[in-house]
């Protein structure tokens, strides 16, 4: 049961598409629990987050949020985060809905 509302919590910080992430999956996945997450790191997430899906379009805010996330959630080092170079927006794909 304390997995299921660590689980509950994990999930309310996505959007949640398709099947594949639930709380039976999470609690086959992580049968141990998922590790805790200070609440200022789930506040400042959150409002990155905000920011980062209102201004998608735009590239300086994207790439920040990639780096954010890189950087503070997942603990990679700076060495390797790659900074890209030059203008990105070539790197575009139209999709027809």
Known sequence: MPNDINH?????????SGPF???????RAFPQGLDGVASELRQELRLTYSEWATSQRDTAIHQAWVRWVL?????????????PEGDL??????VPE
């Open 8 to 16: 509950a919590e994990w999930l309310s910080l996505l959007e949640i």
């Open 71 to 83: 950087r503070r959630l997942l603990h990679h080092p700076e060495a390797a985060v790659a900074r």
């Open 21 to 27: 992430l639930s709380l039976p999956v999470l609690d």
């Open 89 to 94: 927006t070539a790197l575009t794909v139209a």
